[in-house]
T-cell receptor
Framework: DADVTQTPRNRITKTGKRIMLECSQT?????MYWYRQDPGLGLRLIYY???????NKGEISDGYSVSRQAQAKFSLSLESAIPNQTALYFC???????????FGPGTRLTVT | QKEVEQNSGPLSVPEGAIASLNCTYS??????FFWYRQYSGKSPELIMS????GDKEDGRFTAQLNKASQYVSLLIRDSQPSDSATYLC?????????FGTGTRLTVIP
């Protein structure tokens, strides 16, 4: 079984809809991250959490919110989706220390 | 200036050759450096980490770090078609990773 899972894997939604992307991990890591990836722009950090009570904004948090429901679960929400949020979204985890991060399989989100 | 810069490529090498991928970073305080491989439509996969100046070898991969010059490189020896992918350089700063936009490598059989 995969160590980091993301659901859904693909999603098409309409402008203005609320959508939640979920991430679960069995690696036992404390730290979890949400990134988006756009062609030519690379991976950009949206939010990160170093433990259940710690939530921090990343480089591009506007339009997004997160919830850390448990050590193993970290969800990303788009309250009112817009077309420029069409992207590939990745969840990642880390044990801290020297910083290696491990990625989930990604969610391809299309907002029409 | 971007935190992490990579030549976007594409870089093409013949099978069996050495592929050389380069990355520069802006923050002199960074201590941890990583190379990820990403196949099209897939997630980034960690292939190398390096924390001190010099070379670190793992199979066909060698990571090189020069903190004085603020660059990191990845050498892939005996390149195989299966190495064709985008390679992402990542640099740690303030407990987060900053990624370059990646270099697309194609290994020609």
């Amino acid at each position: 079984d995969a160590d980091v899972t993301q659901t859904p894997r693909n999603r098409i939604t309409k402008t203005g809809k609320r959508i939640m992307l979920e991430c679960s991990q069995t690696k036992g890591h404390d730290r979890m991250y949400w990134y988006r990836q756009d062609p030519g722009l690379g991976l950009r950090l949206i939010y990160y959490s170093f433990d259940v009570k710690d939530i921090n904004k990343g480089e591009i948090s506007d339009g997004y919110s997160v919830s850390r429901q448990a050590q193993a679960k970290f969800s990303l929400s788009l309250e009112s989706a817009i077309p420029n949020q069409t992207a590939l979204y990745f969840c990642a985890t880390s044990a801290g220390g020297q910083g290696e991060q491990y990625f989930g399989p990604g969610t391809r989100l299309t907002v029409t | 200036q971007k935190e992490v810069e990579q030549n976007s490529g594409p870089l093409s090498v013949p099978e069996g050759a050495i592929a050389s991928l380069n990355c520069t970073y802006s923050d002199r305080g960074s201590q941890s450096f990583f190379w990820y491989r990403q196949y099209s439509g897939k997630s980034p996969e960690l292939i190398m980490s390096i924390y001190s100046n010099g070379d670190k070898e793992d199979g066909r991969f060698t990571a090189q770090l020069n903190k004085a010059s603020q660059y990191v490189s990845l050498l892939i020896r005996d390149s195989q078609p299966s190495d064709s992918a985008t390679y992402l350089c990542a640099v740690e700063r303030a407990n987060n990773l900053f990624f370059g936009t990646g270099t697309r490598l194609t290994v020609i059989p």
